[in-house]
């Protein structure tokens, strides 16, 4: 033992250094390749880096901190920076391993989209490149803090991938690098202009009080966006909305709730940076996010227990049928209703794009447009029209997401009514 610790006085210095940090990333990597939740841990502790430009990566907004802290923890992993990026950007196969949210906001022109954690992982990147292969494998994400690329980068090693590469600089790096090879909310060339800066996104973010004296304000809605499968608890607040996301995205893109004060949350706090571009670009501007989301929380005081509600659509068979009976109205409204009843997304409103629904009624646009009049004119249901889409609410009474009782669908029967009368 002696003999050996003398032997390693002898190595010089760097020597040791180097030998020191390959025994501890040969320690912690197996620990966070066979236990993603820790990795996951790593995504929400370590802060990116601090915005700036040439070969310095570019932080996500949001996130401040340490160049490139995960490449000690995967010392297998080969990276490759912006220049590198740009120079093989044609002959590279590129692959977002993000969510479809933050892939909606901003994504590498030719990337495939390829979610870590969502289906058959490598049965979808061998859908693009085979494992042995000359063309290079590159996984990207949205700032060096995240480790979903490394992950992702293991992944496909351990499944026999050859001459695969992580970007771990992140998305918002080649933005700025390289705007034309990016898109941010649907616009090529991107703008860095558009990047949200971390300042505006701390200006909508409320502690607990002052969301609770928000509520109070005329016109408010308080909006849950999580899945209807992660809500076990929720605010102790009344008039909560539980909206999942893709179900809220479409009422924000049709700017169903364009003139109301919005107050929103999620679980962690994540979600919502990115909800914030679509809420800017769709013109909202009087709304607020809660800080840190539900985990923020103090479960004890500030929260409580969810009671789940049916998420199936209850549609009033008695009610449809005096629709039906309804001498005012032609074939078409029917079928129309019945469509608008079946496509209830959340709690009684429906988004159905034109073609859809022009090919579901065999119908022209006008003649839609007139079968839309007749069922509001007869009071039972609103709706508003998009270039795209009609969006419509439906008499609560008719069809509603869920059970048809309780203090939030008698309040939306009563808020459906005075629509009606105005």
Request: contains cysteine.
């Amino acid at each position: 033992m002696k003999g050996n610790l003398q032997k390693i006085m002898k190595i010089g210095m760097k020597t040791r250094v180097k030998l020191c940090c390959w025994l501890l990333a040969a320690f912690l990597l197996p620990v966070i390749f066979l236990f993603p939740g820790i990795a996951g841990a790593v995504d929400m502790e370590v802060s990116a880096v601090p915005v700036a430009f040439g070969d310095t990566p570019v932080a996500a907004p949001g996130h401040v901190g340490q160049a490139y802290p995960l490449r000690p923890f995967y010392p297998a992993a080969r990276t490759i920076d912006t220049a590198g990026l740009e120079q093989s950007y044609f002959e590279s196969i590129i692959i977002d391993v993000r969510s479809r949210f933050e892939y909606e906001v901003v994504r590498i022109n030719k990337a495939k989209h390829v979610p870590l954690g969502e289906g058959d992982f490598i049965a979808e990147i061998k859908r693009y490149r085979a494992p042995v292969s000359k063309i290079p494998l590159i996984f990207y994400c949205n700032d060096p803090a995240c480790s979903r690329a490394f992950r992702a980068a293991l992944l496909a090693q351990a499944a026999g991938y050859e001459n695969v590469h992580v970007y771990d600089s992140g998305v918002f790096s080649l933005l700025m690098a390289a705007p034309e090879k990016v898109s941010l909310m649907g616009t090529t060339p991107a703008q860095p202009d558009m990047v949200i800066p971390d300042d505006y996104y701390e200006k909508v973010q409320i502690d607990f009080e002052e969301f609770v004296k928000r509520t109070s304000r005329i016109g408010t809605l308080i909006i849950d966006i999580r899945d209807i499968y992660h809500r076990d608890f929720e605010p102790n607040l009344e008039g909560v909305r539980n909206i999942p996301m893709e179900s809220f995205l479409k009422a924000v893109t049709n700017r169903i709730w364009a003139e109301k004060k919005l107050l929103i949350f999620d679980q962690n706090g994540e979600q919502t940076r990115w909800l914030q571009y679509f809420l800017q670009a769709n013109g909202y501007t009087d709304y607020a996010f809660l800080r840190g989301g539900m985990q923020g929380l103090d479960l004890g005081s500030q929260a409580r227990k969810v009671v789940r509600a049916s998420s199936d659509i209850s549609l009033n068979q008695e009610r449809l049928l005096e629709v039906t009976l309804d001498n005012g109205l032609e074939p078409l409204d029917i079928a129309a209703i019945n469509l608008i009843a079946g496509s209830v997304g959340f709690e009684n409103h429906a988004v159905i794009e034109w073609d859809q629904a022009l090919d579901v009624l065999g119908c022209t646009t006008e003649q839609l447009r007139v079968s839309a009049e007749r069922l509001r004119n007869g009071g039972y249901l609103l709706f508003s029209q998009g270039r795209e889409t009609l969006v419509f609410h439906m008499d609560p009474r008719l069809a509603w997401k869920g059970k048809m009782s309780g203090d939030l669908w008698t309040s939306r029967v009563r808020e459906f009514e005075g629509s009606v009368r105005k």
